[in-house]
């Protein structure tokens, strides 16, 4: 009769997951819990069991497979773990803990600056499984080799970022497209004639997606808006169409899009970290929103959006529901490991801070949707 390793567990008097820790070198065990651990497995003969699963050529053998730790990890991929801090990254962690939490998993944080050099977490395979986070400025091109490197040492999920199946890994993310098309139906609702998208991060993939989806929004209701992008990328422009203003400040894109005519009524920013910035550059040069401008954000940051007056409507990309997701899609993929990786899009919504005008809420009903508080 096999021994379990919650028998183990039992016998060493600690959980189930410092087993785990201890057989796989994990660090950070104290000494006497490794010695109490060595005693249990040698005391009841404890062998870790041998799994059958299918080898790549599509035969089943008999492969040596580690005891599960009973950990996750949250692993940035080109930038460091402080990356998470970000109110929006904070919110897809906060998801993330919820459901690591509700499935006795825990979860560590990690990074990996250069995506060539995996962590000693990685290459110890101290965690069952990771959700791995693509910073938006790493080149579109760079996904696949990146991601398929590190699915070789452990199972994998990609969470947030662009629609895309990259490197043969799940991937759940936020409706990118559906977030632009909001945008331009609530700037349309509040009868704002002229429309504008506004973004200082024009390089990178998804914002590139909120904006094409806006403008092409626009563009189908006959009033095409204009692009106003902060760089000096003329090729990277260039994917946002023929009606692009580029300018290498936020200022100097402000004083461009003052001196439109017709200038702008309707802006669509493409996240709350520039819209705060964004407010104080519109006051210098005389422009007030809700006086001389509509505007919606997106990522409904409650800590950036707080501070601004008054305070915008914004777009919550359910940050934290893709979090949760992920988690929930990990497991399953170390359930079923042969299973092919799929794309799993979260709906974003509308979100206000107070009672929207009128308009607004004509909207929302016509869409079948409760006006919203965000709090």
């Not at 796989?24 to 497995?41: I, K, L």
């Not at 692993?75 to 929006?88: A, F, K, V, Y």
């Not at 990074?111 to 060539?116: K, Q, R």
Request: glycine share 8%; charged share 20%.
């Amino acid at each position: 009769m096999s021994i379990s390793i919650a028998e183990v567990a039992k016998a060493a008097g600690v959980s189930t997951a410092t087993v785990s820790r201890v057989l796989n070198d994990f660090p950070g065990v104290r000494s006497e819990t490794v010695h109490q651990v060595h005693m249990a497995v040698e005391a009841l003969k404890y062998r870790p069991q041998r799994t059958r699963r299918a080898n790549k050529g599509g035969h089943s053998g008999t492969t040596r497979q580690a005891p599960r730790t009973g950990h996750i990890a949250a692993i940035t991929l080109g930038q460091t773990r402080d990356w998470l801090q970000l109110p929006i990254m904070g919110a897809v962690v906060a998801g993330i803990q919820r459901a690591a939490g509700e499935f006795g998993l825990r979860l560590l944080l990690d990074d990996i600056p250069d995506p060539s050099k995996p962590s000693s977490l990685v290459q110890g395979r101290h965690i069952d499984g990771a959700v791995v986070f693509l910073t938006g400025s790493m080149p579109v091109t760079s996904y696949d080799p990146v991601l398929a490197t590190l699915r070789q040492r452990v199972p994998i999920v990609w969470a947030m970022g662009m629609e895309v199946t990259a490197g043969g890994v799940d991937h759940i993310t936020p409706d990118n497209i559906r977030t632009g098309c909001i945008a331009h139906n609530y700037l349309h609702g509040e009868g704002c004639k002229h429309l504008a998208f506004l973004t200082t991060d024009p390089g990178w993939a998804f914002i590139r997606l909120r904006g094409q989806a806006f403008l092409n929004a626009a563009c189908d209701a006959g009033a095409p808006a204009t692009a106003y992008l902060v760089g000096d990328n003329d090729l990277i422009a260039q994917a946002y169409g023929q009606r692009v203003v580029l300018a290498s400040t936020l200022d100097e894109v402000v004083v461009r899009l003052a001196a439109a005519n017709p200038r702008p009524t309707g802006l669509f920013v493409a996240c709350d970290r520039t819209t705060a910035e964004l407010y104080p550059v519109l006051a210098r040069h005389g422009l007030q929103v809700g006086r001389d401008i509509t505007l919606v954000s997106c990522d409904n940051e409650q800590i950036r959006l707080s501070a601004l007056h008054p305070r915008p409507a914004s777009i919550d990309i359910g940050a934290e529901e893709i979090g949760f997701r992920s988690v929930v899609r990990l497991l399953a993929r170390l359930r079923r490991p042969q299973e092919g990786p799929i794309v799993i899009q979260v709906s974003p919504r509308l979100a206000f801070s107070e009672l929207p005008p009128h308009s607004s809420s004509d909207l929302m009903k016509e869409s079948g949707q409760r006006p919203t508080t965000a709090i």
